[in-house]
């Protein structure tokens, strides 16, 4: 499991996540994933176009890193799930609260909103 | 081709991850759709783990086993451990969250396997809670 920072400015953060995203990827990149999201306070966009599978665990870091976010009044985006991945996320209801797009543009433009 | 697939694992993460990497291939190789693949190892992950954090007082060593058959049209795994008596299908699970706010971190994985699999039944037989997870074979 590997996280990639893609940006890290004043204005966002924007990060890719790669691999598997079950219990053991979650304990590999989860210390890092809170340090560039939740603890650094800027609007995240999170690229899961690189995940192939996604548990429970996973969509608990992002809705952990998205609350806390929220308290600052910033934002989590999850850009371009695969379809598999979109399906937990979609059943999960995560994205009634989190937004969900495969749009880059869209996302970076609300993250820096 | 054997049509199925058992194995006794530990309750130890490392032996979880083991076991979903063998499920994996062993579905595969039956040419098994994708999505019934990911769906029947989102469940195991799911599953075993609630039993491997939260099914034991002490701190031995348990057996959990798990077989997995492949069907005409379905894929069916049942999951057999000695831990507490525990019916998934008798917790709630979270609610879709209205806001970031009031939404609760835990609580989502049993209702995304509610909402995708496709059977979901727990027994509990001679001290063994038995979970039976069933998903379509082709999507």
Do not use: W
């Amino acid at each position: 499991m590997e996280l990639k920072v893609i940006t890290a400015d004043d204005a966002y953060t924007h990060l890719a996540l790669i691999g598997k995203l079950d219990i053991l990827g979650v304990g590999e990149v989860e210390n890092k994933f809170i340090g560039y999201t939740a603890a650094r306070k800027k609007s995240a966009v999170v690229d899961l176009s690189g995940i192939t599978f996604m548990g429970s665990m996973g969509l608990r870091i992002f809705l952990s890193a998205a609350k806390a976010l929220n308290l600052e009044k910033k934002k989590l985006i999850l850009l371009n799930p695969q379809p598999l991945v979109n399906e937990v996320l979609e059943a999960s209801g995560i994205g009634d609260v989190v937004m969900i797009t495969s749009d880059t543009d869209a996302a970076v433009a609300a993250a820096k909103a | 081709m054997q049509a199925s697939f058992h194995r006794s694992i530990t309750n130890e993460l490392h032996d979880l991850e083991k076991l979903m990497n063998a499920s994996t291939n062993f579905l595969e190789d039956r040419e098994v759709d994708a999505q019934a693949v990911y769906r029947i190892n989102l469940a195991l992950e799911e599953m075993i783990s609630n039993v491997i954090r939260h099914g034991y007082d002490d701190y031995e060593s348990h057996e959990i086993q798990v077989s997995i058959e492949v069907g005409e049209n379905e894929v069916t795994a049942i999951i057999e451990d000695d831990g507490h008596e525990f019916n998934p299908l008798k917790q709630e699970g979270e609610a879709n969250p209205v806001s970031l706010e009031k939404s609760k971190i835990g609580g989502r994985g049993i209702q995304v396997i509610k909402k995708l699999l496709d059977h979901v039944d727990y027994r509990r037989e001679n001290g063994k809670n038995i979970l039976t997870i069933q998903a379509r074979r082709q999507f």
